[in-house]
């Protein structure tokens, strides 16, 4: 008798938890999550496919410097969601161009001297990454 309980009771186990993951699953294949922006991996992407000339005028520290402006530029623009619930995402008409989040780069870091074309360059390798891993569209 204890050991059609104890199957019973496995079974009964099994059998919910593999609703509730196959629920969950096919909840996030309908609608994914919101995509987290790791900055460590979008500094190493950009870093890896800058071309020998921006590359060149550009320091480590001064990418580094450039992508939190980047970031600080789009979230003064409203365009960065902490809310990770997709339902409550509104939907955001705003564009901004590179030389908006240039000059926004600029006042913002006084000491960062590198040339407008390479930051630029740097600007449109993020946006390449973000809409990469989906974060922009």
């Known amino acids: 008798m204890s050991i059609w309980l104890a199957l019973l009771i496995f079974v009964m186990s099994l059998s919910l938890s593999g609703f509730f993951v196959f629920r969950d699953a096919k909840k996030f294949a309908l609608n994914p999550p919101t995509p987290l922006i790791d900055l460590d991996r979008m500094y190493d992407v950009i870093f890896e496919r800058l071309d020998e000339e921006t590359g060149g005028s550009i320091t480590p520290d001064e990418l580094s410097e450039i992508l939190n402006g980047f970031v600080v530029a789009l979230d003064k623009n409203d365009l960065v969601s902490e809310d990770l619930l997709q339902s409550q995402i509104k939907k955001l ?45």
């Open 93 to 137: 008409e705003t564009t901004l161009d590179n030389k908006t989040i240039l000059e926004a780069i600029k006042k913002n870091s006084d000491r960062l001297d590198v040339p407008d074309n390479a930051v630029l360059k740097v600007i449109d390798l993020a946006f390449t990454y973000l809409g990469e891993i989906n974060a922009v569209t």
